[in-house]
């Protein structure tokens, strides 16, 4: 078992920037990777990023590549998601997951095993 904790959320303006924490507990490998994912009201759940906890390749969904950063510290079994000039079609419940498989698809929701509770992220225009 892999219990995720998400925090960070919050309310912001436009533009403004936002960091994002998980924090893990229970099995957790460096083989792993873990993922971050979004959903909006009405909307269907969007990958956002994934790193490989061993080596620390990611990957950046379009729509947030070059705002977004996902990275991690393993020491603190913690991966964060620097969020900069947010715009309010950000504004989502933000989740945090592990994938114990390959590396593969990051982008499918359905090949991660853990998810977190999430945690709101609010940008105002």
């Known amino acids: 078992q892999v219990q995720l904790v998400e925090s960070g959320g919050g309310l912001v303006p436009a533009g403004g920037s936002l960091r994002l924490s998980c924090a893990a507990s229970g099995r957790t490998f460096s083989s792993y990777t873990r993922g971050w994912f979004r959903q909006a009201p009405g909307k269907e759940r969007e990958f956002v990023a994934a790193i490989a906890l061993n080596i620390g390749s990611t990957y950046h969904a379009d729509s947030v590549k070059g705002r977004f950063t996902i990275s991690r510290d393993n020491a603190k079994n913690t991966v964060y998601l620097q969020m900069n000039s947010l715009k309010p079609e950000d504004t989502a419940v933000y989740y945090c997951?592990?994938?114990?498989?390959?590396?593969?698809?990051?982008?499918?929701?359905?090949?991660?095993?853990?998810w977190g509770q999430g945690t709101q992220v609010t940008v105002a225009s």
């Open positions: 997951a592990t994938k114990t498989g390959q590396w593969g698809t990051v982008s499918a929701g359905n090949e991660y095993d853990y």
